[in-house]
C-alpha cells in the first residue's frame, strides 16, 4: 500500500469514490449524493482542489488503484491559522482493517506537525461510528463535545462527536 498526495491527475479517481462514499454512507458526510450529482464540472473542481493551498488530499493506494482519502484543511482566517481539520476521511468497505484508514490519518497527521502554525486538528465523527471513534483515538484524537442531530438523512438525525488532536 502506498500513501500519497493527491494531485490534480487523480481527480476522477477520486471523485468516482467520492461518489461511492456518499451513497454508501450519507450518515457520514455532510453533501449528499444528490447534491454532489448536481455539481457542473465536478472533476475539474476536485482538480483544482487537489492542487493544494491549504487543502491536502493524502490518497491510499492498492496496486496503483485508489482505495481510501482523507484530507487535511488548514483554516485560512488569520486568527484561526493554527486549527486544521480532518474531513472526507473514506476507506473502501473491501480494503478496511487493512491499516489503510490509520495510514491516512498519520499521513495528514505529520503533514500537520509539518506546518509551523498548525497546534491543533479537529475532526467530527458520527456518534455511533464506534470503529472510526476508535481509529481517531488511537492516533491521540479526545472527545470534546457533542453536537446532537448535527446531520439528517431523509428523516433520521445523526449526532456528532467532536474531538481534537494537540500537536503542540
Do not use: C
Not at 36 to 48: D, G, H, M, T, Y
Not at 61 to 77: C, H, M, P, R, Y
Not at 140 to 159: M, Q
Request: aromatic letters at 8%.
Amino acid at each position: 500500500m502506498e500513501i500519497r498526495l493527491l494531485t490534480p491527475d487523480d481527480a476522477e479517481a477520486y471523485w468516482e469514490m467520492r461518489l461511492e462514499a456518499l451513497k454508501n454512507h450519507p450518515e457520514a458526510f455532510a453533501t449528499s449524493y444528490e447534491e454532489a450529482l448536481e455539481r457542473k464540472n465536478p472533476i475539474e473542481q476536485v482538480a483544482s482542489r487537489l492542487k493544494g493551498d491549504g487543502d491536502f488530499t493524502f490518497g491510499a493506494f492498492d496496486e496503483n488503484s485508489l482505495i481510501g482519502a482523507v484530507t487535511l484543511v488548514q483554516d485560512k482566517i488569520t486568527k484561526m491559522k493554527h486549527r486544521a481539520h480532518i474531513v472526507a476521511m473514506y476507506v473502501k468497505p473491501e480494503h478496511r482493517r487493512s491499516g489503510a484508514g490509520k495510514a491516512l490519518v498519520t499521513a495528514a497527521i505529520s503533514h500537520a506537525k509539518e506546518i509551523p502554525d498548525i497546534i491543533k486538528i479537529n475532526l467530527t465523527v458520527v456518534s455511533s461510528n464506534e470503529k472510526a471513534k476508535g481509529l481517531y483515538s488511537s492516533l491521540g484524537f479526545t472527545t470534546y463535545g457533542k453536537e446532537e442531530k448535527a446531520l439528517r438523512v431523509d428523516e433520521t438525525y445523526y449526532d456528532e462527536e467532536l474531538m481534537v488532536l494537540f500537536l503542540k
